[in-house]
């Protein structure tokens, strides 16, 4: 076996599971979990038409390049979203079944395995992908941990000089996952002159860009490098149509920007296996092609957001994230207690379940920034996300009067 394998982490809903595993929840209640970043709005019916309009798909074998009725609908959506001049649909976008593949396998495409002492920049917390991706390509993640005082952006700054040269690969995401923060403009111009002294590559997980609270839209990684003037180079974008579109089960989503990079990615997912059901790849030309979905899903998100996030800081340390549906939370505002014991207590006596932060982090630097704090997906619709939030604070209070 490879034993690569033996590094990698059971998966935080695992640790979830067994944090669980003693506990029968409080019966007065009905269970609502906050713990899992599934989407819960509903599939547009335009999505689920286009789907069963072209099921005949199903009797074709895909190609891994895709179509380029759908390369040329992700290249248009870019030059929209993002206001990027020409995307060339033939070199630089590629379809990927869902972000969370594509992340892993540009890992095994851009690391030499050969050279034992590559590493792969994280964000610290992060999604879990980045990390085991990094195990299984033989190079080592190295963490960097979230700044509080920069609405938790990850500060690239505190790396030190003699790391950058061994870094391959360095995984962003922005908006981020759990804390909600989005990259500036100076952030990106940093990372950019970084890349290009050093040579490694960016990998930009955007798959949170269509769900924020602001007037202004975030910022993206190919934005960044046309407002600053440069092309694509070491630069790759994912995107997925899961959270834009209430499609996670579609597996569906792109990557984007460097074409000599995305030429070797090509050859690694034709040997991979990682083509697109042209079933899907039609309903996702038909998602791709439409705004008033992804607005209105938005709509839901800022009226969630607005009424839950005051509530919750009657007793947590939280503030509304720039992007994103998660909050991330800080539980020892009234009463000392552990991430975990807040998550386990919450599920026993209230029945609803959010993710401990810890689960979501690393210990570098001497501190694990998950600590005492909770990941809540604000998923369901505006009245269960409401009843979650009331219950989290009658615990709350109960653990500060007690």
């Not at 809903?13 to 003693?22: A, Q, V």
């Not at 379809?95 to 002492?117: H, I, Y």
Request: proline share 7%; aromatic share 10%; net charge neutral.
């Amino acid at each position: 076996m490879n034993p690569l394998l033996d590094k990698l982490q059971p998966y935080p809903f695992e640790k979830l599971k067994n944090l669980f595993s003693d506990v029968t929840p409080n019966p007065d209640y009905r269970h609502i979990s906050l713990g899992i970043g599934e989407p819960k709005h509903p599939t547009p019916a335009f999505i689920k038409q286009a789907l069963t309009d072209n099921l005949a798909g199903l009797a074709t074998y895909p190609t891994t390049i895709g179509s380029e009725a759908l390369r040329s609908a992700i290249a248009g959506w870019l030059e929209r979203r993002y206001g990027l001049p020409k995307i060339d649909p033939a070199t630089q976008v590629l379809p990927v079944n869902g972000s969370r593949e594509a992340l892993f396998s540009l890992t095994q495409t851009v690391v030499d395995p050969s050279q034992k002492d590559a590493l792969v920049i994280c964000p610290n917390p992060f999604y879990q992908i980045y990390e085991g991706s990094a195990y299984l390509s033989g190079a080592q993640p190295y963490f960097v941990n979230s700044d509080p005082a920069r609405n938790f952006a990850p500060d690239f700054s505190q790396v030190p000089a003699d790391v950058w040269p061994r870094v391959k690969l360095l995984f962003l995401c922005s908006p981020g996952n759990p804390t909600g923060a989005v990259l500036s403009l100076d952030d990106w111009k940093k990372l950019f002159e970084l890349s290009d002294r050093y040579g490694f590559v960016i990998a930009s997980d955007e798959c949170y860009s269509e769900i924020y609270f602001k007037e202004e839209a975030p910022l993206g990684g190919l934005e960044a490098a046309h407002k600053l003037g440069r092309g694509y180079d070491r630069l790759i974008a994912f995107s997925s149509l899961s959270k834009r579109s209430n499609v996670p089960g579609m597996r569906s989503g792109f990557v984007a920007g460097d074409a000599a990079i995305l030429k070797k990615f090509l050859l690694y997912r034709t040997y991979h296996g990682g083509a697109m059901s042209p079933s899907i790849q039609n309903a996702s030309i038909a998602a791709w092609n439409d705004e008033t979905h992804v607005q209105e899903n938005r709509a839901k998100y800022i009226k969630k957001f607005s009424q839950v996030t005051p509530l919750l800081q009657e007793v947590l340390d939280v503030s509304l994230p720039d992007a994103g549906f998660y909050l991330w939370a800080k539980v020892d505002k009234l009463a000392s207690i552990t991430d975990t014991e807040y998550a386990k207590r919450l599920y026993a006596e209230y029945n609803v379940t959010v993710l401990p932060g810890s689960y979501l982090a690393r210990e570098a630097d001497g501190v694990n920034p998950g600590q005492q704090r909770i990941r809540m997906a604000l998923v369901a619709e505006v009245e269960e996300c409401l009843e979650a939030a009331q219950r989290i604070v009658a615990f709350t209070r109960k653990l500060a009067a007690a």
